[in-house]
């Protein structure tokens, strides 16, 4: 069975209402994005859901699959060390993607795990999806220093485990947009941070996966983006079904109230 549904999404840490303590109001639509795409989950029951996250263990030449059974994580750096997160992972799933890797002479696996809890970027999201649905597996992938061509290709490998396994998998791309939008933001302001998610934004909500490998990596840099490359892995994962006309894409919301962009679109595959 291919991925049946796939998401763009971003991870603001102040998104949880016990760490926006009300500031999380001031990006209602990006809240009511997520609370769409949770439910959307709890209907597709998929037994497995994939994430990839700019947070989690990060090598220049490498990507890390998370290892073992299961992992813990809780928002305490965000001073909200009372929500906790517990998952299982889809181990099988894990061994297969590991496969495929080998024999095709592709740096990524699961060696190198430096801290095995989750990242942020994997907790948000299953954040708002716990509120809809629990009964999944996880496999938790980290990005790489590699070029845009590598993370294409390793969505292409995950789309082949995921075919020779059986799962039933929705695959989620973390990852926020342009950090340097308003000057009173975290990192000021940039003309290449709207110009990117204007750019971004249009790409992701047509679906036209290809146009991720076309952005200058000097681009990249100046609009201080953190999720392109979960989101080029995302468009290789679903490279068969956008090249047969397969997925039915929508863009959900766009935000960057704080100076940072969020972008939420969805990918649901048709028969």
């Avoid at 001031?26 to 209907?43: C, F, K, N, P, V």
């Avoid at 809890?117 to 708002?128: E, S, V, W």
């Avoid at 992701?204 to 990249?220: I, Q, S, T, Y």
């Amino acid at each position: 069975m291919p991925i049946i549904a796939a998401y763009m999404v971003p991870h603001p840490p102040l998104a949880a209402a016990e760490i926006g303590r009300g500031q999380e109001k001031m990006i209602q639509a990006s809240l009511d994005a997520y609370h769409t795409i949770g439910r959307e989950i709890a209907d597709l029951r998929p037994e497995t859901i994939i994430v990839t996250s700019p947070h989690s263990v990060m090598y220049r030449d490498y990507f890390h699959i998370s290892p073992g059974s299961s992992a813990s994580g809780d928002f305490g750096r965000f001073r909200a060390g009372k929500v906790k997160f517990q998952v299982s992972y889809d181990q099988a799933l894990v061994d297969e993607i590991c496969r495929l890797c080998r024999q095709a002479d592709f740096p990524a696996g699961t060696m190198g795990e430096r801290d095995p809890a989750l990242d942020h970027g994997t907790m948000i999201p299953l954040y708002f999806i716990d509120q809809y649905y629990k009964d999944y597996k996880l496999v938790r992938i980290g990005l790489s220093g590699l070029p845009l061509q590598d993370h294409w290709a390793f969505g292409r490998l995950i789309h082949e485990a995921v075919e020779h396994t059986g799962r039933s998998a929705v695959f989620i791309a973390s990852g926020d947009l342009s950090h340097c939008q308003k000057q009173d933001g975290p990192y000021g302001y940039q003309p290449e941070g709207p110009a990117y998610d204007a750019q971004i934004m249009k790409v992701m909500g047509d679906a036209d996966f290809p146009g991720l490998l076309d952005f200058d990596e000097v681009f990249l840099d100046k609009a201080m983006e953190c999720g392109h490359r979960s989101f080029t892995i995302l468009g290789g994962a679903l490279e068969e079904e956008q090249k047969s006309g397969r997925i039915r894409a929508k863009c959900l919301a766009h935000e960057a109230t704080f100076g940072v962009g969020y972008g939420f679109c969805t990918y649901h595959i048709q028969d």
